[in-house]
Structures are given as C-alpha cells and as structure tokens.
C-alpha cells in the first residue's frame, strides 16, 4: 500500500522559505566587515527564532505508528466472555486427589502413577516434533485420564469464580474413572459403590446443591459411561452404580463415551491425546506441519483383532483388506506389539495416511479417532456411536465434511480401498483442512499455560460454553 506523503502547512511553508533566506544570505555576511563577529551574532538570533518557533507556532503532537501483522490475529481466550461462571467444589481428598496416593493400585491392568504425573498428562516425551518450543507440549498421556486434565485446565481457568452466588455452573471434580478402574474385580458391589453413594450425600448437603436440585452442577469422567451403569439386572462388567443414582441423574455428566440410548444428560468429551500445547504459535505450527506432511498412504489401520462375534468381524475384515492392499499400512497391535505403545509411531503411521480408519474399540468409541485428527487424518466409522452420536459439541454437524461413514454390515466396509480411491481429490483435500482446523478444539490444552498466550479454546473451553447454555435451557 502507498502512503502519500504529508503536504507542510502555509505556516511551515514560510519558515522553510524563511531558512532558504537565511542561507543565501550567509555568504554576503563574510565580505562585511568583522564577520566573525557578524557571523555568531546571525546564528543566536537564527536559533532563538527557532526555538520560539518550536514553542509557540507548531503545537505539540503524538508520534502514530502503523503496525502490520503478518500472522494470523489470535483470538482473545485469555478472557472471559459472561457465558461461563463455573465455581469448583473442594472435595474431601477421598473423591479425588487422596486417591493419587495409591496410584500403583488405581488400576487393576497397569501401574498409573506414571500416568497420573503432571496433573494427568503424564511423562513428557522425547524425540517429538516442537522440541525447540520453551516447552515440551508431549506427553505419554492415558487414554482414560481425562478428568484430571479437565480438573486441572478448570481450577486454572478464567472463567472460574470463587464466589458461587456468582456461578452458573458447579464443577465436582471426582475423579470416579480412576476409582471405578481399581474396583473392577471387587465382587461386593456395596463396597464397589461405596464412595459413589458418599458423594451424592456430600452433594446433598451443600446449600448450592438445594438451589437448583444439581441441575447446575457437572462431572467429567474419564472412562465410559458403561463403567458407572451398573444395574441389579444386567450383567456385571465391574461398573458402579454412580450414574444411575438420581441425584447424579439431575447433573450434566461430561464422559469420553456416552449412553447412546438412555444418556440424556451425559455429554461425550473427547479422549485425551499426547499433544497439549502451552501456546498457540506450538498449536499453529503443529497445524501447519500436518498441512503439508507428506502422505503416500491411502489409508491405514492401527489395532489388534478383537474377540467376539460382533467385534472381531469388522476389525477382521480391516486386517485383512488392508494387507492385501499396497496403498494401506498397518500396525497390527496383538502379541504385545512395542510399537502400538510408542506414540511417535502412531502419529508417524497416521500422519502418512490420508485416511485412518475407525473400528470399534473394546466399546463403540476409540482414543485413535483423536490421534487420527491430530495428525491430519481422515477418519473413517464404521457405526455411528464411534463419533456421531457422541461429540456434537466438538465435530461439525455435517459428517461428510471431515469424515468418510461405511456401515460395517454394509458392502461398501467390503472394498474399503475402492470406496476411498473414488472420493475426488479435491474433496479429500477439503475434508483434511476441515480435520486440521478441528485439531485446537479437540485438544487438552497444558492445565498451565497462561491465557493470553494460549489463543485458542481447547477442547475444556468448549464443553463449559456448551454446558453453560445447555444449563440455561435447562434451568
């Protein structure tokens, strides 16, 4: 853009010509008499006028400055918008934090304490992309660890109040994932319920609770909605009983994994990944790096076969379509393969590909859907309840947009490759922008990262919006 140049006033106009006068002048003063004399006695004269000048004629006046970005401008989510006044409950030690105590025992199939580090992200990671950052934004996170980060992300969150007659939203932050994993084989269901059912009378009791009966208050869970639906007639897969308790029926309950059918108030939160950035310049430069990453793969498949009718035939089917096919890659995870544990493998696998598909997992849900997305992958479902039914906060309400959809009874989950080689390459193109623009909001951002260099709303920012206004229409 030209800048046109300002024209000087009359006033200014004069004394430059005032100047020129002067000037011209000054070899006339060295063929008089004494001009030495002549000389000094013309410049104090000359700079008395211009200081007087200075002074009285021009007045004074603010330096501008014009700044060009060359970036894109952030987003303010350092602030609070009026939307979300969210108050935190202090639990007893018991329901949350007190548990971390005994984290070797938090779970029946591994060690968590490892896990549990870092407020729940886990151990940083090593030989990962953006290691030049200030901060490492890896970690080797656990797929069920999301209520810690979330407990974490929201007692540092601007829009937390420590007054609640100034809340619209009551977070109790139980960690009841971390507790239902380490009773899984306990056969006494009254012990397995125990603290479930101290914590609704904990709730109870609290004047905040009788003001809207709960309907205010939220629990985020780490693990799926099955852990905590136990019921007296149905079969018995180590759950509890928390969810089907009816005070905890009056609640919003944010999950990784809702009750398709009978979760009217539950409200599927995505799985936590390995990446949780600090800024967003880390997040922007991740995204730009799967932009244009290079993907020689058509698609690919990450899992292991599953047993069970239902569960093995789909993923039997994928196994097999896709080592037969030159354009897929596989990373077959059975006989303990190291690799499927290895998140820089995983993300190298889907970061190659530009589809990643999305069977079933040990339920209809799977943490891959969201590594997937991190690395720019498309995903493809084979049932509905693997994303549709589960993230409407998160994803775009058109699934075609970011996703490829292939019914596992149908014929198409049959001739997979056919299938994809048929979509245009300029709708793949589009689709994998849609999936790359998606990465911040599905995203855990670090639970420390200063808000005015965060920029961006993570996948927390984004459940307590849409919490607040589902609370309002339900209020």
Known sequence: ???????????????????????????????LGNPHFRYTAFLLVFLSLWFLLQVFWFPPTKPTQTKFSTTTPKPSAGKCNGDVAVYVYNLPAEFNLGLLDDCSHLNVYTNMCPHVANHGLGQPLDNMDLQSSDSNPWFATHQFIAEMIFHARVDNHPCRTWD??????????????????????????????????????????QPTWRKNNGKDHFLALGRTSWDFMRTNSGPDFGANCLLNLPCVKNMSVLTVERNPWKGSNQHGIPYPSYFHPSTSDQMMTWQNMMRQSNRPYLFSFIGAPRKGVGKAAIRDEMIKQCMESTQCKILKCDHGNPKCYNPSEILKVMRESRFCLQAPGDSFTRRSTFDAILSGCIPVFFSRHTAYTQYSWFLPEEASKYSVYMDEQSEESKRIEEVLMKIPKEEVDTMRATVIDMIPRLTYAHPNASHSDLGFEDAVDVALQALAQHVRDKV
Do not use: C
């Open 164 to 205: 609640p007659s100034k809340a619209n939203l009551f977070y109790v932050p139980f960690y009841g994932g971390l507790h239902v994993s380490s009773n899984f084989r306990e056969p006494n269901h009254a012990i397995r319920d125990a603290l479930a059912v101290r914590l609704v009378d904990f709730l109870q009791a």
């Open 1 to 31: 853009m030209l800048l046109s140049k300002k024209q000087p006033s009359a006033a200014a106009t004069q004394w430059i010509e005032k100047v020129k006068y002067h000037k011209n002048r000054d070899s006339y003063f060295k063929f």
